[in-house]
């Protein structure tokens, strides 16, 4: 049995637990971004990386927001992946990602990544079995590199069952607003849910690993999936600062806010 299979995606909170939770978290985070940039006193730390996959309307960019809205804009980038552009496809499928990673205290956040080779281009057919096959070894040698060198990387999988996922599509047909996120390639791309879901289960066995392990996320509320996402960015942050030597900012200084 995968990970997805064992996935409980029951759990709810209600509006006041969300709110208590997202200040809380969000108040934490500051805390440790501003350590980590060298702002707290202390010297500039590895930097942030924060790698977002899933299925479609699974809720990566609500969990982005709740992540870094509170941050200074100077803190932090975030970067959306889709299909590689002509002049990309004429390099090794890592190229595009290098030059928007983020650098000792920085952070960066990728709305999808480099593990498009072995979802989305596995299952569409973009590149050969061959091609797949090997970027699982390129791509944890990549990450330990990263890891080792300069980068603190939290890797997050978000999802959501068929059901929920329709109601989301329908709910974003509807809304002037969001109707812009809808396509007719992601209704394409729901039958096809199950070879994803496959492809992601391999993802998952072959890419964890000590320096960068997968967190798979409950999406099916949003609210519970956007506050176990930065209280895993938050668990996974303070282990690498304990992996890196740095010392842990006190929680307590993080949550009193003096008049």
Request: charged fraction near 35%; hydrophobic fraction near 40%; charge should be neutral.
């Amino acid at each position: 049995m995968g990970l997805l299979d064992k996935l409980d995606l029951s759990p709810r909170l209600d509006r006041d637990e969300y709110d208590k939770r997202v200040l809380v978290a969000q108040r934490r985070f500051l805390q440790l971004r501003l350590a980590l940039g060298g702002q707290l006193g202390g010297p500039v730390g590895p930097g942030i990386l924060v790698v977002m996959e899933g299925p479609d309307a699974a809720g990566k960019g609500g969990a982005i927001k709740i992540m870094v809205s509170h941050l200074d804009p100077r803190h932090y980038r975030v970067v959306s992946y889709g299909a590689p552009s002509r002049l990309e496809k004429e390099h090794h499928f890592l190229w595009r990602f290098y030059t928007e990673l983020p650098g000792l205290g920085h952070m960066g956040v990728f709305d999808r990544s480099w593990y498009g080779r072995v979802l989305v281009e596995r299952i569409e057919g973009f590149c050969s079995r061959d091609e797949w096959k090997r970027a699982y070894k390129a791509i944890v040698d990549f990450e330990e590199s990263l890891c080792i060198e300069s980068l603190i990387l939290v890797k997050m999988y978000v999802h959501i069952s068929d059901d929920e996922q329709l109601r989301r599509f329908q709910s974003r047909g509807q809304d002037p607003l969001k109707a812009w996120k809808l396509t007719d390639e992601d209704w394409r791309n729901r039958e096809k849910n199950r070879d994803y879901e496959r492809a992601a289960e391999e993802m998952f066995e072959r890419t964890h690993h000590k320096l960068a392990p997968w967190d798979v996320i409950a999406g099916e509320q949003k609210r519970y999936a956007r506050v176990k996402c930065i209280e895993t960015l938050i668990k996974r942050v303070e282990e690498g600062m304990v992996r890196w030597g740095i010392d842990v900012p006190h929680i307590d200084d993080a949550l009193i806010i003096k008049p």
